[in-house]
């Protein structure tokens, strides 16, 4: 993973921690637009090749994630609601483990 990939990850990380918790910026929301990996890898063909997301599900547009259930929730019950911050928690955990392994040198 590049650099650049893995501080993008680390800001949708943050991003999700902030949703998680009801913690979010004023106009934080979610969708290609609020997540720095979409700005990395989503063109006009919506092909995500090269993000950490699209590698560990082999689709696109985050589908078989849970995002796709935090996105229901968000828009069905809105972003302070309990269905959409243990949604977001959800997305949480499946970006979290996306960051490389640490190795341990001995």
């Not at 800001?11 to 997540?35: D, M, S």
């Not at 796709?68 to 069905?76: I, K």
Request: hydrophobic share 35%; with cysteine; charged share 25%.
């Amino acid at each position: 993973m590049t650099s650049t990939t893995l501080n993008a990850l680390k800001e949708v990380i943050t991003h999700w921690r902030r949703l998680a918790t009801g913690k979010t910026q004023r106009y934080e929301g979610i969708g290609p637009g609020n997540c720095a990996l979409c700005h990395l890898f989503n063109n006009a063909a919506f092909s995500c090749v090269g993000c950490p997301v699209q590698q560990k599900t082999g689709r696109t547009g985050c589908a078989d994630t849970p995002y796709r259930t935090a996105e229901v929730a968000y828009f069905d019950y809105g972003r302070n609601s309990k269905k959409f911050r243990a949604a977001a928690r959800a997305e949480l955990e499946f970006l979290k483990k996306l960051l490389p392994k640490k190795r341990i040198h001995k």
